[in-house]
């Protein structure tokens, strides 16, 4: 290509709160993982080999919070994968039998799904050894894909500031948790739900940090104006720059009203052969306590605003040209987007797409298909503009305006309310003493006395961060998990506590502290000592 007008960086945020409970053989809410895994993270790692594989040019941004990593190593849940995509392969297996004599409209489906299966096993198990962050690494390594870190646990960081050592300790875990993942330091950090307030890019500085990103107003109402809106990334005051989100381009993939997915050839997302078939036939396959669930078998499509029952056979091959051809028009409108651009800023600019990940293969059916073929058109079927990374755009234009961005989030009207409302505001002060205690014991112990007491103040942080986890707020916002939501928040400040009056009268139960470390083993060398107060 000869010189872009300008530039479209893609970032996806891949981010699942911390679940893993080793005391119970099933648990449900760690189908999370699995769904994410199988729909959504393969996929898009068969994406980039094929782009590999076929020498096609690209750039993505992506980030892999602490969590999802800290999930996708552990061995735990690396056989309950397996043990769950096999149950699948079986359930598939039947399915085709099935629908090769009854249902026969949907048996390419079905053969469809078995192939699917198959291969996310082969890739899980024979290609990666289980191991999807090595197989992330490795596009890291090649310069094409530029992983970002996260909060330790998502914090939601305007609402913990009122502490700031929580705050250095979400950033500062982080990028500990990055650098033993991926072997060097992040360069940049995706703010958990974007949110955004003026001063936390010191602690991000302090962190070696050097990029983040903001939702598109917390640029626009930044301080000067900015002379490139979006289209340019800012520099802070502390020197940490700032991307902001382009509304346009996010809105055309993101919206199900507006956007692509809600096309009516793609997948319907809510009609599950997990509910459609009789009780008995799918029993094996569903959780052991009998209640029916998704199994990511899907064979309808969203056909227009009709009810469920009412919806039509998905065909899957008329979705992938439907994608092909969505691909083309978003390519299409990035292009004439970035001439207007180029001409009216005189400068190069470069476009922020953020999404979450999970919209791509598990919302979106189509979502990794629709990537795919848009990554492919920009390189081979247009010259306008360039695909870059964050990282990237910065090496090559070092000089940005020098903005103060204002408090924001992507959540529903720009700032905290989804986070801190009725439902959820209870937490926020027994998270905040809590805080404070752990700078008390950090305070108290610069070093560990012991070993046990060291092991205690390091299972300190871990209930802590894993109680600070936004994710939490959000279920209890949404309606969704409620009781599962109330119950991990409780429970891990319940952990803390009594740790916390274990250390201070010298009386840590070693056996109870062994069991709660089985249980909540995220960050096994975390530094407790980010939470002192002079730190």
């Known amino acids: 290509m000869s010189t872009p007008q300008g530039y479209l960086s893609l970032m996806l945020h891949a981010h699942l709160p911390y679940v893993r409970h080793p005391e119970h053989e099933y648990f449900l809410e760690e189908d999370w ?139 500062n875990v982080a990028r500990d948790s990055y650098r033993e993942h991926f072997g060097r330091n992040p360069h940049g950090i995706w703010l958990a739900e974007c949110a955004y307030y003026p001063g936390v890019e010191y602690f991000l500085q302090d962190a070696d940090i050097r990029y983040f990103f903001v939702d598109t107003h917390g640029i626009m109402n930044g ?59 799918i029993k094996p396959y569903i959780q052991p306590t009998g209640l029916r669930k998704n199994t990511g078998i899907k064979y309808f499509k969203i056909t227009g605003k009709v009810p469920l029952n009412q919806k039509q056979p998905y065909n899957w091959r008329a979705a992938h040209e439907k994608a092909a051809d969505h691909a083309g028009n978003f390519m299409f409108n990035r292009e004439k987007q970035i001439e207007h651009l180029r001409n009216t800023l005189g400068r190069p600019p470069v476009v922020l797409a953020p999404y979450d990940a999970e919209l791509f293969g598990h919302w979106w059916f189509e979502g990794p ?46 700032h905290h309310e989804v986070w801190l409302e009725g439902s959820n505001q209870w937490i926020y002060r027994p998270l905040l003493v809590a805080s404070r205690h752990m700078t008390e014991l950090a305070d108290r112990f ?46 891990h400040l319940g952990r803390f506590h009594k740790l916390y009056e274990d250390i201070k009268a010298a009386r840590v139960d070693e056996q109870w502290l062994a069991q709660v470390e089985g249980k909540d083993n995220i960050f096994p060398h975390v530094n407790y000592t980010y939470w002192r107060s002079e730190a």
């Open 223 to 281: 301080t000067p104006r900015p002379v490139n809106g979006v289209f340019a990334p800012v520099f802070t005051p502390a020197g940490v720059a700032a991307f902001g989100r382009d509304i346009e381009s996010s809105k055309q993939v993101w919206s199900a009203e507006e956007g692509y997915p809600g096309d009516a050839n793609y997948r319907e997302f809510y009609r599950d052969v997990g509910f459609d078939r009789e009780f008995d036939y």
């Open 369 to 414: 298909q629709f990537l795919d073929f848009f990554i492919r058109k920009t390189a081979y079927d247009q010259n306008t503009y360039a695909l870059t990374h964050p990282w990237e755009y910065l090496h090559n234009m070092p000089e940005q305006q020098v903005v103060q961005p204002s408090a924001s989030t992507w959540g529903a009207n720009g």
């Open 446 to 491: 610069p070093a560990a006395p012991d070993d046990l007491t060291r092991r205690a103040l390091q299972q300190c942080a871990r209930e802590l961060l894993l109680a600070q986890a936004s994710d939490w707020a959000f279920i209890m916002k949404t309606g969704t998990m409620v009781e599962y939501a109330v119950k991990r928040t409780k429970n």
């Open 33 to 171: 993982l699995y769904e994410a895994i199988t729909e959504t993270y393969i996929p898009l790692i068969e994406m980039m080999e094929g782009f590999e594989r076929d020498g096609v040019p690209y750039k993505l941004a992506m980030s892999i919070t602490p969590p999802l990593a800290s999930m996708l190593k552990d061995e735990l849940l690396q056989n309950r994968y397996v043990r769950e995509l096999e149950k699948l392969i079986e359930l598939a297996e039947k399915e085709v039998h099935r629908t090769k004599t009854e249902d026969t409209q949907i048996h390419d489906t079905a053969l469809m799904y078995l192939d699917r299966f198959r291969r996310s096993r082969h890739v899980f198990v024979d290609r990666y050894h289980r191991d999807l962050i090595s197989a992330f690494a490795h596009f890291q390594n090649t310069g094409n894909l530029e992983i970002v870190t996260c909060g330790a646990t998502h914090g939601f960081l305007p609402l913990l500031r009122a502490h700031e050592p929580s705050v250095r300790a979400q950033i």
